[in-house]
């Protein structure tokens, strides 16, 4: 449960009693509007991706009833909707082209069989590694191909299979139009583009029909009320349907296309897999029952797919983004919306023949040339050319466009690992004086072809003189690393001074050369290694303080923030479930996560001057820590609850210095810790003991026996009470020594007094107790 939830949102009924089982439809109403949503969208886009390949049309729809049932019962994506993609049809239309029907069909069956050996061999993550640039510029080439074909239909006549051909034929295209299908093709786009934006209220309640369904059907109607002679679709008998064949060839070209086909196929699926699992995580409402999706398991899912929907005669199948956001915004929870809706395209393609045939060709081609325009995203093209990867989008396109799918893809690849090798090969290395301060500026990756470049600039500086090097840039190899180090130690030698900095003047503590016999390493940001260094420590100043924190926060954004975005992801959707509350103290130099080796969701932490936690019912007492206390055990449900003391603590040193005299926040607060303060006095027990040592002195005694107190006054909280009563808590004691860097752990029996060294899980040669792992793992 989440800490934002409200205590009460606790079952309602008995704890010990069965909650009240209500039985699951086998097909919930979520899923059953999203699969008629879904179907709607599908039937019009399967027979125009038909059209647009040269295949016959029942094709289309074999392939969505395919795409539905087999990828959706056995893919790994639950809510991805698969079927004949707009980034197949030019792969598919050359395949026809050159060896038929019936042989591009036992390449759909090979191609997945392809798929299978990548899923079973789990390389499915390895097809994200491809540039964003390149597979958006597959796309976009794509959509530009189609779209030049699919405007010789609307304009009445027939494309040629090359886009040159298309784009030379053009004007004799124009000079011979046909009205009638220019006119279904108008009114198709007409509707395409105002669907979406009818006004006002009836126009919300319109919009849920989906434009490309009301677009063909409007063009339909508007066909047969007309009377207009226009060629329409035309599905053959099932009887006639032709199947897959042998494939016949030339064995290097069947290889190619099976490659060709596998590739776009894949990649194509697996990236709309991620992007349904960035969908579903930006949907409101509880994702509980959809997962994050498992791209081996969708490659096999898709292989399968293929593998039927070729042997029946189908196109090749791949994730469809328009079909699968639908399904998603549609609000489906599991796969049955994706199978539902291929069992009504099947039903579809056996009883609605009739109403089928009625569609003008022309009225599919618009629909299918609006799609290709629209796989040329200007928001994709905002995007590369931010990162600087126009070169590469446009090679992949051109090379789409001109040569065919496969070529372009490897000549955007051959680009994209150029840009890569340019990027790191250009280092701009400047050097100049001012005021007497020699000012060395490397813009760039600093590798070792940019070493001789760098030594030349080095040794410009004189002996003795202060040099400043700013380097700005993402990487450093050993190379220029060490020759970097092996000048500053050379320059500093001999009297001179060097300073390393960022792009504005921030130290770069990471890089800077240890002292003589330092042993730390710069795995840390902060720069409070200052004991290794000659010179007393200087407390930074606000200004100088305020970069350090902005420089660490950048840190974490550019190191981090990558390596945890998906695990946030996940605790922001299921809200935290920590087994363990963490009360310890505010000091600076105890680190709980790096001290318990524990990450977000691990622990609930409390953090207070002194680890003190007020008795219940105390006059003038403070409830924060009650509160956090009482939400932790009945709210969160923690298994355990740690109280963690730490040496050279200052609260426990003003309580043996000046009690809890004066009236500020801080005494009245530090009225907490006197019973802590009496029971160190009166010597009530034999006093807290070290792993067999006595406490070192009265402020490591008074620490020690503070957190037993501050133990005894938690088993007073009632929400404490009732757990510890029901066996559902653990109570546990800590200690870090600061100075050692060592944890001791005081078991949670009641009148323990010895604190245990932990050395990695084992406390003094027995295991740490199950409900603390992380509090008992040595840092």
């Not at 328009?322 to 919306?337: E, P, Q, Y």
Request: net charge positive.
């Amino acid at each position: 449960m989440s800490a934002c939830a409200p205590p009460h949102a606790q079952p309602t009924h008995p704890p010990h009693s069965p909650a009240p089982q209500r039985r699951r439809p086998f097909v919930e109403g979520a899923d059953l509007s999203a699969a008629v949503a879904v179907f709607l969208i599908a039937l019009p886009l399967s027979l125009g991706i038909a059209l647009a390949t040269g295949a016959p049309l029942q094709a289309g729809l074999v392939a969505a009833a395919v795409g539905g049932i087999v990828a959706g019962r056995l893919g790994g994506c639950p809510l991805q909707v698969s079927g004949p993609a707009a980034g197949l049809t030019v792969v598919t239309a050359e395949l026809i082209h050159r060896y038929g029907w019936r042989t591009t069909c036992g390449i759909t069956v090979l191609a997945g069989l392809a798929q299978l050996g990548l899923g079973c061999l789990r390389v499915a993550r390895g097809a994200l590694a491809v540039s964003p640039a390149v597979v958006h510029g597959m796309l976009a080439g794509i959509g530009i191909t189609i779209a030049v074909a699919q405007l010789h239909i609307v304009l009445g006549g027939s494309p040629d299979s090359s886009v040159l051909a298309n784009v030379r034929a053009l004007p004799a295209q124009l000079a011979d139009l046909h009205p009638a299908a220019v006119s279904m093709s108008v009114l198709t786009l007409a509707l395409l583009l105002a669907w979406p934006r009818l006004p006002g209220r009836a126009g919300r309640a319109l919009r849920r029909l989906p434009a490309a369904l009301v677009a063909v059907t409007g063009a339909t109607a508007t066909a047969a009320l007309a009377g207009l002679t226009l060629p329409r679709v035309d599905l053959p008998s099932w009887s006639s349907h032709a199947l897959a064949g042998l494939p016949e060839g030339p064995v290097a070209g069947l290889v190619a296309a099976v490659l060709t086909t596998t590739l776009v196929c894949s990649v194509q699926s697996l990236l709309g897999a991620v992007a349904v699992d960035k969908l579903v995580a930006a949907r409101p409402g509880p994702q509980s029952r959809v997962g994050r999706s498992d791209l081996d398991r969708e490659l096999l899912g898709q292989g399968a797919a293929n593998i039927v929907s070729g042997a029946l005669g189908g196109l090749p199948v791949a994730g469809v983004a328009v079909r699968s956001t639908a399904n998603v915004a549609s609000g489906a929870v599991s796969r049955n919306s994706t199978m539902l809706h291929g069992v009504l395209v099947v039903v579809a393609a056996l009883l609605m023949v009739p109403l089928l045939e009625e569609i003008p060709l022309a009225s599919l081609a618009a629909l299918v040339m609006a799609v290709g325009i629209q796989m040329v995203s200007l928001h994709h093209i905002r995007t590369v050319t931010r990162h600087g990867e126009v070169p590469v989008y446009a090679a992949t396109t051109l090379g789409v466009v001109l040569f065919g799918v496969l070529e372009g893809v490897l000549l955007g690849v051959a680009t994209a690992v150029a840009v890569v090798l340019r990027r790191l090969a250009r280092t701009r290395i400047t050097h100049e004086e001012e005021e007497g301060v020699h000012h060395l500026r490397v813009r760039g990756q600093l590798t070792f072809l940019a070493v001789p470049r760098l030594s030349r600039a080095l040794h410009l500086v004189p002996q003795g003189a202060h040099a400043v090097v700013e380097l700005d840039g993402s990487f450093m190899d050993h190379a220029a690393y060490e020759s970097l180090q092996d000048w500053r130690s050379a320059h500093t030698a001999r009297g001179g001074t060097a300073e390393l900095t960022g792009r504005r003047g921030a130290a770069r503590p990471a890089e800077q050369a240890p002292a003589p016999g330092c042993r730390c390493r710069p795995w840390t940001p902060w720069r409070n290694h200052r004991f290794c260094f000659a010179g007393p420590p200087a407390a930074p100043d606000g200004h100088r303080a305020g970069r350090e924190l902005a420089r660490g926060i950048s840190s974490f954004q550019r190191n981090t923030a990558p390596l945890m975005r998906e695990e946030l992801a996940r605790l922001a959707r299921e809200g935290q479930r920590p087994s363990q509350l963490f009360l310890t103290c505010a000091d600076s130099r105890l680190v709980t996560s790096m001290i318990t080796a524990s990450g977000p969701g691990d622990l609930f932490v409390v953090r207070n001057v002194g680890n003190l936690v007020p008795p219940p019912g105390e006059e003038h007492g403070d409830d924060s820590v009650a509160a956090a206390v009482e939400y932790a055990v009945d709210v969160l449900g923690v298994r355990s609850v740690t109280v963690c003391g730490h040496s050279g603590c200052g609260a426990m040193q003003a309580l043996l210095t000046a009690g809890s005299g004066g009236r500020g926040p801080l005494q009245r607060w530090l009225r907490h810790g006197l019973p802590s303060l009496a029971r160190a006095a009166d010597g009530r027990d034999a006093g807290p003991r070290l792993a067999g040592r006595a406490p070192a002195d009265a402020v490591e005694r008074l620490c020690l026996t503070n957190v037993i107190q501050q133990l005894a006054h938690l088993r007073a909280h009632e929400p404490v009470a009732r757990a510890l009563a029901r066996g559902d808590l653990e109570l546990h004691g800590m200690y870090f020594h600061v100075g050692e860097a060592q944890a001791y752990l005081l078991p949670g029996t009641e009148g323990a007094t010895v604190f245990e060294e932990v050395t990695e899980g084992v406390a003094a040669g027995k295991e740490a107790p199950g409900p603390v792992p992380a509090a008992a793992r040595q840092v």
